[in-house]
């Protein structure tokens, strides 16, 4: 495994996200492989096949006037022609646009992802895609003595 691989998961890993940002759904699929893949969104079931996975992307971007992901705590694990990628998605979504045609507040939620890549001819390619919510407990929580 050389450090290049672990560069080349990376550069497909942002172009992922940033293709979700400018809803780009021609991008996003096109980083997606061609065989059997798989995706869970936060709270939704196992999504199998290539077009039902993209079909809930298309609807994700029709439904989204405005999505942003801060990307933290990214590890890049390569194997063989296999490479896992976890990070947290820190998301900020603006919500359904106001009678003025502005966009609506924004929304911030934390989702812990895992992204599987496999090595194709053409370049690392989606295999799997899964998001869970952190349900974030506050500060507060942990100082408070126990009864």
Not at 43 to 65: C, F, K, N
Not at 120 to 128: A, N, V
Request: hydrophobic share 35%; proline share 5%; net charge negative.
């Amino acid at each position: 495994m050389s450090r290049t691989d672990i560069e080349s998961v990376e550069e497909v890993n942002t172009a992922f996200y940033e293709a979700m940002e400018r809803g780009d759904f021609d991008a996003l699929s096109a980083l997606w492989l061609e065989d059997e893949i798989s995706c869970v969104h936060p709270g939704w079931p196992v999504l199998s096949g290539r077009g039902e996975v993209l079909r809930s992307y298309a609807l994700i971007m029709s439904h989204t006037e405005y999505i942003q992901f801060f990307l933290t705590d990214t590890k890049v694990t390569v194997i063989g022609d296999t490479a896992l990628v976890t990070c947290t998605e820190n998301i900020l979504s603006g919500g359904p646009a106001q009678d003025s045609g502005e966009l609506g507040p924004l929304v911030g939620q934390l989702v812990v992802a895992t992204n599987v890549f496999r090595r194709t001819p053409e370049g690392w390619r989606l295999w799997s895609h899964h998001g869970s919510p952190v349900l974030a407990d506050s500060d507060e929580d942990d100082e408070e003595e126990p009864s």
